[in-house]
């Protein structure tokens, strides 16, 4: 069965400072990645999907970025937090019309 | 914009009794549409979804059902236990696309 990794589970980070956080799956070969972020009072947003490695497309413009450098491991990325970056974070990897989410990432910009 | 609205940010229904949880959305094109149910901290698990060739998808406690004229979604419990308590929120897409649209999910308390 395919099983979704996400670390850490929380993070407090102050503004201005480097975000990395990892996403693997296991258990299926070439999946469809996304990041979502949830922030305060809002919906789950798609931030990026990819499609297979190296391939990543952005849904909205923003501070991030996203990396798949293998095939079930899936990076978001910050160069410099902002406060509007607080959110709770999930990965989740895509077949047909599902979507299965990881356990997500709280994170906290000071 | 939100494409997907849940306007009850909460809902409280005794045990046993019926929970119903409802979702709006604003893009005719939408013919795809799921529930997600999520504990905290943990992430949304996936519980029943519907296409827009059908009006109603049920499977156990949980029925989905779907007007489309209204452009309304509907998920029912019943009969409701507390193990449901948690957000549940629902999601559209056009097809079984990358882009799912989610609402801002109803935060459900079964009273034991």
């Known amino acids: 069965s395919q099983t979704i990794h996400q670390w850490p589970a929380t993070l407090v980070q102050p503004v201005g400072s480097p975000l990395s956080l990892e996403c693997t799956v296991e258990?299926?070969?070439?999946?469809?990645l996304y990041w979502y972020r949830q922030a305060a009072g809002r919906g789950l947003q798609l931030l990026f999907y990819?499609?297979?490695?190296?391939?990543i497309s952005s849904e909205v413009p923003q501070n991030l970025s996203a990396s798949r450098p293998q095939d079930r491991q899936f990076i978001l990325s910050s160069k410099k937090l902002l406060l509007s970056d607080s959110g709770f974070y999930l990965c989740?990897?895509?077949?047909?019309?599902?979507?299965?989410f990881g356990p997500g990432t709280r994170l906290t910009v000071l | 914009d939100q494409q997907v609205k849940q306007n009850s940010p909460s809902l409280s229904v005794q045990e046993g009794r019926i929970s119903i949880l409802n979702c709006d959305y604003t893009n005719s094109m939408f013919d795809y549409f799921l529930w997600y149910k999520k504990y905290p901290a943990e992430g949304p698990t996936f519980l029943i979804s519907?296409?827009?060739?059908?009006d109603k998808n049920e499977d156990g406690r949980f029925t989905v059902f779907l007007n489309k004229s209204a452009k309304h979604l509907s998920l029912h419990i019943v009969p409701s236990q507390p193990g449901d308590s948690a957000v549940y929120f629902c999601?559209?897409?056009?097809?079984?696309?990358?882009?799912?649209?989610f609402g801002t999910g109803t935060s459900l308390t079964v009273i034991p």
């Open positions: 258990g299926t070969s070439n999946p469809n």
């Open positions: 999601a559209a897409s056009v097809g079984t696309g990358n882009q799912f649209y």
């Open positions: 990819s499609v297979g490695i190296g391939q």
């Open positions: 989740a990897w895509g077949a047909g019309g599902g979507r299965y």
């Open positions: 519907i296409s827009s060739i059908k």
